[in-house]
């Protein structure tokens, strides 16, 4: 018997820390609403579910903020959880002030937390093209940690580097979109099938929606104008910052 299914009873369900990508929230698409890619894995995994991300945050707000927020308002100080998640980065690296080794304290701590608390951890790479203006070669280096570290504390990785599509990724290149959210909950159990979590219902079968020539329409357009809108606003930050 495996240990996710061996002695859980009383765990808790999923607990979660990280950004705006894990507190969820925004606009609908398709009339679906945009909830947390975790909280999706939960229903899928059908166990309750606990989230202290914040959106804005970076690792280290995770040890400042998030944790200590979650120990002082639990009501279950030595509880344990089926399936502990940290997506985090995305916002560490887009910062000028960037810093591999500052990430790499602070998102270790988090995982370390999490693997005492939790029988799964899981974690997720950024997607390569990340952001306007793009982060560029600083994605690798936010990957390589967090598939190094993950790696030595045997954390379950979601593979997102390859993320991307019109439909579920919003025109900021950042945000997912409501159905971006299904998309990595998806990913997120499989990876969670092989640590022994069995899938009790897929998140896309809980999704229903239809589009129309002209819903498409406008949703391309105002993708359209998002997009090169941020496209401006990307090129007015570089010129700013000297970079042409």
């Known amino acids: 018997m495996s240990?996710?299914?061996?002695g859980n009873r009383g765990r808790l369900g999923v607990l979660a820390f990280g950004d705006s990508i894990t507190n969820?929230?925004?606009?609908?698409?398709?009339?679906?609403a945009l909830q947390s890619w975790a909280?999706?894995?939960?229903?899928?995994?059908?166990?309750?579910?606990?989230?202290?991300?914040?959106?804005?945050?970076?690792?280290?707000?995770?040890?400042?903020?998030?944790?200590?927020?979650?120990?002082?308002?639990?009501a279950h100080p030595e509880g344990r959880y089926e399936l502990g998640c940290l997506y985090i980065g995305v916002n560490d690296?887009?910062?000028?002030?960037?810093?591999?080794?500052a990430f790499e304290r602070s998102f270790r701590a988090g995982l370390q937390l999490l693997r005492e608390r939790c029988a799964v951890v899981l974690t997720a790479t950024a997607p390569s093209d990340l952001g306007l203006p793009p982060a560029g070669a600083k994605v690798q280096e936010l990957n390589a940690v967090v598939e190094r570290v993950a790696?030595?504390?045997?954390?379950?990785?979601?593979?997102?580097r390859g993320f991307r599509a019109r439909?579920?990724?919003?025109a900021d290149r950042v945000h997912p979109t409501a159905l971006g959210q299904v998309a990595i909950a998806e990913r997120a159990l499989a990876v969670l099938?092989?640590?022994?979590?069995?899938?009790?219902?897929?998140?896309?079968?809980l999704v229903s929606f239809e589009t129309s020539a002209r819903g498409r329409?406008?949703?391309?357009?105002?993708?359209?104008?998002?997009?090169?809108?941020?496209?401006?606003?990307?090129?007015?930050?570089?010129?700013?910052?000297?970079?042409?």
């Open 3 to 6: 240990e996710i299914t061996n």
């Open 93 to 101: 690296v887009r910062a000028p002030e960037w810093e591999p080794a």
């Open 39 to 74: 909280l999706w894995v939960a229903r899928g995994l059908g166990l309750p579910f606990t989230n202290y991300a914040v959106d804005g945050a970076r690792a280290a707000d995770v040890l400042e903020s998030q944790i200590p927020a979650f120990e002082a308002c639990t």
């Open 193 to 205: 099938e092989a640590a022994g979590l069995r899938t009790r219902v897929h998140p896309s079968s």
């Open 151 to 160: 790696a030595e504390l045997e954390v379950r990785v979601i593979d997102l």
């Open 217 to 244: 329409l406008h949703a391309d357009a105002t993708y359209v104008l998002r997009s090169a809108r941020n496209r401006l606003r990307a090129r007015l930050i570089r010129l700013a910052a000297g970079r042409g």
């Open 167 to 170: 439909n579920l990724v919003m």
């Open 24 to 32: 969820g929230g925004g606009e609908l698409q398709w009339g679906v």
